[in-house]
T-cell receptor, first 114, second 116 residues
């Protein structure tokens, strides 16, 4: 079965650079979530989209932005990167119209800021 | 806002024995979902088990079962016949059913070690 695809899997950037993380949800899933997991931390919710519209917002810095495109894939854009942005970034997708479906996670993008 | 608390940062169990991981949560909602996720060293988030709050019957998935006490807002995970492959970080998570708020709220996690 198709899973959530995230790219790239690993990314190394320098401070003040920009990074773009991509997420391809499971086909027919209409909701995408982004989470940030720092070293030794629990995942923290950043932002979510339902049918290409932002549906909820968590602790996402102003330097970050995200969107969901017409093909339902989503991109997380991170600018002016800081050392503290080094983390594992998860994308998850679900089908809101079917309430009993859980969120399926991608394998994550490991971002290292040096 | 909902909160999830896992009071055991680390737990250990002997192979083939049983271990219980604790989780409590705080919410004013009456209907919601609760989950246990496993995160092995690969850091992939793997769903272990889920519980719908409106169901009184505790969820079971093979060697994994939960003890859901809605009034006490408690949701513990029991792993029976522990295997070496069960060693991982375990996160308890809450999911609201309110439209636009279906994000997962995670606890801080419990690191489970399985001793041979």
């Amino acid at each position: 079965a198709a899973g959530v695809i995230q790219s790239p899997r690993h990314l190394i950037k320098e401070k003040r650079e920009t990074a773009t993380l991509k997420c391809y949800p499971i086909p027919r899933h209409d909701t995408v979530y982004w989470y940030q997991q720092g070293p030794g931390q629990d995942p923290q919710f950043l932002i979510s989209f339902y049918e290409k519209m932002q549906s909820d917002k968590g602790s996402i810095p102003d330097r970050f932005s995200a969107q969901q495109f017409s093909d339902y894939h989503s991109e997380l854009n991170m600018s002016s990167l800081e050392l503290g942005d080094s983390a594992l970034y998860f994308c998850a997708s679900s089908m809101r119209t079917v309430l009993n479906t859980e969120a399926f996670f991608g394998q994550g993008t490991r971002l290292t800021v040096v | 806002a909902q909160t999830v608390t896992q009071s055991q940062p680390e737990m250990s169990v002997q192979e083939a024995e049983t271990v219980t991981l604790s989780c409590t949560y705080d919410t004013s909602e009456s209907d919601y979902y609760l989950f246990w996720y496993k995160q092995p060293p690969s850091r992939q988030m793997i769903l272990v088990i889920r519980q719908e709050a409106y169901k009184q019957q505790n969820a079971t998935e093979n060697r994994f079962s939960v003890n859901f006490q809605k009034a006490a807002k408690s949701f513990s995970l029991k792993i029976s016949d522990s295997q070496l492959g069960d060693a991982a970080m375990y996160f308890c998570a809450y999911r609201s059913l309110q439209g636009g708020s279906e994000k997962l709220v995670f606890g801080k996690g419990t690191k489970l070690t399985v001793n041979p």
